[in-house]
């Protein structure tokens, strides 16, 4: 009897101190000192991946705004000019000066003036590929001839210089009344680079490409 006694009293004493135990943990609670649960190893920030506390601003690099572009009083894009070679320039010889130097070469062939029809090829006339006494002697047998000039193209620049193509059609009449008619062009050059002769600046013919026309 005294040891059922003995074991009654100690599993009373147990529970006691269970619901003691409980007691104080929601005591904590409401007091606010919250039980913390172990962290897991090796982690840090959010779990995502993100920082904590991501600062203003978007993601990634920034965006640059597009330049406006003008537009005129219908809503069309104004394109911005482009200079080109064939931009007149004060004092400068242009496509006119170009036309009349072909002009000059034909009137002082037909006039027998071959040293200055050979002076108007580049480089004293040795772009023509001839001496003078060569360049004259072609048109021995020549008693005249014409050309008729379609419209110029563009002056293109090259280094230094610039360039212009001017379509030709030519008729050659002979000594025995024959005619002979030619087709293609002149390409006449001028050099802009720094310290070129006043005479180096002016257009003279560079080369020709002339085919003969067959009935």
């Known amino acids: 009897m005294r040891k059922l006694l003995t074991a009654t009293l100690l ?3 147990l ?3 269970a619901c003691g135990d ?6 904590a609670t409401d007091q606010g000192q919250v039980e913390q649960l172990p962290a897991p190893a090796g982690t840090s920030g959010g779990v995502t991946g993100m ?3 991501p600062g203003p601003g978007p993601v990634g690099p920034p965006e640059t705004a597009a330049p ?3 537009v005129d009083e219908d809503g069309n894009p104004l394109l911005p000019e482009t200079p080109d070679a064939s931009t007149a320039v004060a004092g400068e010889p242009g496509v006119e000066d170009a036309i009349a130097v072909v002009r000059d070469y034909y009137a002082a062939i037909n006039s027998g003036d071959f040293a200055r029809a050979y002076a108007l090829w580049s480089d004293g006339g040795r772009a023509s590929g001839q001496t003078p006494q060569q360049f004259a002697a072609g048109f021995a047998d020549t008693t005249g001839v014409s050309v008729e000039m379609q419209a110029p193209g563009t002056i293109g620049a090259a280094a230094g210089s610039r360039y212009l193509d001017i379509p030709v059609t030519i008729t050659a009449t002979h000594r025995d009344g024959s005619q002979q008619r ?4 002149y390409t006449l050059r001028r050099a802009v680079v720094d310290g070129a002769t006043p ?3 002016q257009w003279r013919i560079g080369s020709a490409d002339l085919r003969e026309v067959t009935p």
Not at 22 to 27: I, N, Q, S
């Open 11 to 13: 599993l009373s004493t």
């Open 15 to 17: 529970l006691l101190g």
């Open 22 to 27: 409980k007691e104080a943990r929601h005591a």
């Open 68 to 70: 406006e572009v003008p």
């Open 199 to 201: 005479e180096q600046r």
């Open 51 to 53: 920082p904590d506390r």
């Open 182 to 185: 030619f087709s293609g062009r």
